[in-house]
């Protein structure tokens, strides 16, 4: 019984990550460094920075006018990321 509960929690926090998604125009640095891979702290204070000077994001693929963040990282993290 104890095996099935841990098996059920086990499934239920899997999904809740496997559905994990972050608002680029809205998150603070850590929660983006938090859902993104290979965004660091520095990348996402990066990222944050460049919103509050150039206005939102209008589109997933404008995240590569942020220094350090190139296509690869953006396809990589393509269904993790939300605009609005």
């Known amino acids: 019984m ?8 086990t499934a239920v926090l899997l999904a809740q990550s496997a559905f994990a998604a972050v608002n680029i125009n ?10 993104l891979k290979g965004i660091g702290l520095s990348k996402a204070k990066a990222i944050v920075a460049y919103r509050l000077e150039n206005g939102p994001f209008e589109t997933v693929e404008q995240l590569t006018e942020v220094k350090g963040i190139g296509l690869k990282t953006v396809e990589k ?8």
């Open 2 to 9: 104890k095996f099935l509960k841990t098996l059920m929690v």
């Open 26 to 35: 809205q998150a603070e640095a850590v929660e983006i460094a938090d859902e």
């Open 77 to 84: 993290n393509r269904a993790e990321i939300l605009l609005n």
